[in-house]
């Protein structure tokens, strides 16, 4: 299972990107996919999840601002960021959990730098 994550760069504060993170290679039951971030020095923290149903659970810090969505068909998970703010500057990392019978395996994407200037 190969993870490509897109979409990061360099926006001011105030302004929306787009993250977008597809899955690929043997992939028959998708479950819980996600969004975390990382900044030097601290702990991977999470950002927004999403399950198969569309039920998502997102971090106090994003609420109202960061959206999650999923396209199953596609097995891609979008993380829409508005009002960005210098504290969302990290790498953001996606996660997905992939089922397999009595088996659950979690991957992680490259990471894509998101930067917010002041």
Not at 14 to 24: E, F, N, Y
């Amino acid at each position: 299972v190969q993870l490509q994550a897109s979409g990061g760069g360099l926006v001011q504060a105030g302004g929306s990107l787009r993250l977008s993170c597809a899955a690929s290679g043997s992939i028959s039951n998708v479950g819980i996919m996600g969004w975390y971030r990382q900044v030097p020095g601290k702990q991977r923290e999470l950002v927004a999840t999403i399950r198969s149903s569309g039920s998502t659970n997102l971090a106090d810090s994003v609420k109202g601002r960061f959206t999650i969505s999923r396209d199953n068909a596609k097995n891609t998970v979008y993380l829409e960021m508005n009002s960005l703010k210098p504290e969302d500057t990290a790498v953001y990392y996606c996660n997905v959990e992939i089922h397999r019978p009595g088996r659950l395996f979690a991957y992680w994407g490259q990471g894509t730098q998101v930067t917010v200037s002041s």
